[in-house]
């Protein structure tokens, strides 16, 4: 499976942008999904993550109520938009698959990585 994430940019603090994920398979439909971010400097740290279904999510205490995970129609896109976003949400952004239910908080979980999406926050 190979994952392909976009729409990172630069964005204003109190902004919004929305990532996709799309899988070359469409068996991505039966894998859950993550979404992942690294700083510059710092180690890569979980964001949120989706179950095959679409029916189970959770996020990082820290995007809670800001960032909402969801799977496309086709379930071979994931999406991660992200409202309110503050300096500190500066990264790359790295979407995950593996075949599980739900895959773990720890990137060790996940067996296929995109590229990532650079998202810059200004103040």
């Known amino acids: 499976v190979q994952l392909q994430a976009f729409g990172g940019g630069l964005v204003q603090a109190g902004g919004s942008l929305t990532l996709s994920c799309a899988a070359s398979?469409?068996?991505?439909?039966?894998?859950?999904m993550g979404w992942f971010r690294q700083a510059p400097g710092k180690e890569r740290e979980f964001v949120a993550r989706?179950?095959?279904?679409?029916?189970?999510?959770s996020y990082a205490d820290s995007v809670k109520d800001r960032f909402t995970i969801s799977r496309g129609g086709a379930l071979n896109t994931a999406n991660l938009q992200m409202t309110t976003l503050k300096p500190e949400d500066t990264a790359a952004y790295y979407c995950?698959?593996?075949?599980?239910?739900?895959?773990?908080?720890?990137?060790?979980?996940?067996?296929?990585w995109g590229q990532g999406t650079l998202v810059t926050v200004s103040s």
């Open positions: 995950a698959s593996t075949d599980a239910v739900i895959g773990g908080t720890e990137s060790g979980s996940y067996r296929y």
């Open positions: 398979e469409r068996t991505f439909r039966t894998y859950a």
């Open positions: 989706i179950s095959q279904s679409g029916g189970i999510t």
